[in-house]
């Protein structure tokens, strides 16, 4: 079982940055696609970004060049930086790695808060 813990959420005032940290119990970061969810009060999940951590890396439109994903391999560890942040990316945000076999592993969530 792959324990998923995430930290870093906040508030923050618009404009301003917050970086994510996700840390995982095993490697799995380094087989799986791995990346980031959203959840706002009423709305459904939203995949942010996911990346393979090679090459292949998506991000949702409306955090394109403002949030970056990368995986720091020997801390285990999944990070988003999130700049230029506006109200509407207040969300809870999911950390989450889908191993090759198509399990999924979700981190408890943390939570952003953007205010204006």
């Known amino acids: 079982q792959v324990q998923l813990v995430e930290s870093g959420g906040g508030l923050v005032q618009a404009g301003g940055s917050l970086r994510l940290s996700c840390v995982a119990s095993?490697?799995?970061?380094?087989?799986?696609?791995m990346g980031w969810y959203r959840q706002a009060p009423g709305k459904q999940r939203e995949l942010v970004t996911s990346?393979?951590?090679?090459?292949?890396?998506f991000y949702t439109d409306s955090v394109l060049g403002r949030f970056t994903i990368w995986r720091d391999s020997g801390k285990n560890t999944v990070y988003l930086q999130m700049n230029t942040l506006k109200p509407e990316d207040s969300a809870v945000y999911y950390c989450?790695?889908?191993?090759?076999?198509?399990?999924?592993?979700w981190g408890q969530g943390t939570q952003v808060t953007v205010s204006s």
């Open positions: 095993s490697d799995i970061f380094s087989i799986g696609v």
């Open positions: 989450y790695v889908r191993h090759p076999t198509g399990t999924t592993y």
């Open positions: 990346t393979t951590g090679g090459s292949s890396t």
